[in-house]
């Protein structure tokens, strides 16, 4: 209850850490915090012209289980509830594809659009003190053609590492016009924050030379202090790469953060190419990912390509999480 109480206020201050403890809090006393928070995150966009935007909804619940329920109630009192309605579209437009169809996120659309025009972002860039790269991710994410070569002009110019940083964020979220030879010298360098943005916006871009830096990259031994090689592949895999990813995979001593990076990369490059060969990567997210929603959709993906194991889809049945098992369930009583 002390939390809580911590936590809803925080919730309701004009803060950039109004995030804090609800992951926590929503552990603790479950469902109905988290739709305490929804309404309170709600309230705020509908109330406050400035307001940066809410976590969310996998950011405050970890469960998979949970997730899914409260899910399934806010988009409930969503249909009556004016501030659930608000945070609910948020988050819609934020992270979530429902039932096959991303709906239009005109809530944060907007939002974003009226507290980062370009003028801002290009104001910030060159502001002292410390800022969330957030804001540069998300305005990418919603500027128009125009904007982003405005923006990739000045990048162009820039010699500031700071603003250089900020600037080459804005391409996390959208394709940059055209590579530029400092891509390739971020991508390779030694700041480990600029060669993350460098190598986030060529990830963006099919292009053989991209495929050949991270082949080269992978040789070099570099996939545990840089998990982000392993994006460029989502557009540029090639049926050779699955042993040399896999060769570096197997042995690698990685931390939960970055096995669960290294296990969304995989999972992205397979939306891409469903191919047989990807089913050692596959396997090595199931076993290694800290993650229940990745575990899940390794398995599935596993079954797409006709390579998930008896034994593993034994497994499955016994797992931790309930989604996993009822998944198991069902492809035994489809197998029968």
Known sequence: QALGRVVLHRAQAASEDDWVGAREWVALDGIG?????ARCYGSRLLRETDYWGPPCLPEMIEAADTLAKAKGILE?????DADVNAYWEYYL????????ARPEPTVRRTRIRQLYPLERILSDAYSEGE????????FGEFATEDELITVYRRLQKETGRVSCLRLLSVFRNAAIPELHPRLWDWSSGNDQELRSAALAALSRIKDERIGELARRQLRAGELGSSPDLL??????????DANLILSRLRG????????HSLGSSILDICKVRGAPELSGMLRWVYEVTP????????????????????AVAEECIYDANGDIQAYARQLRAEQQ
Do not use: M, W
């Open 76 to 80: 409930d009192l969503a249909k009556t």
């Open 291 to 310: 993650c229940s929603e990745c575990r899940l959709n390794s398995v599935k993906r596993l079954s797409k390509i006709g390579a998930l194991e008896s």
């Open 93 to 100: 437009g934020d992270t979530e594809t429902i039932k096959g």
């Open 33 to 37: 915090a988290a739709v305490q928070l």
């Open 231 to 240: 994006d460029l592949f989502i557009l540029n895999y090639e049926p050779k």
């Open 252 to 259: 690698l001593d990685a931390d939960r953060d970055i096995a």
């Open 131 to 138: 800022q969330y790269l957030a804001r540069y991710y998300h």
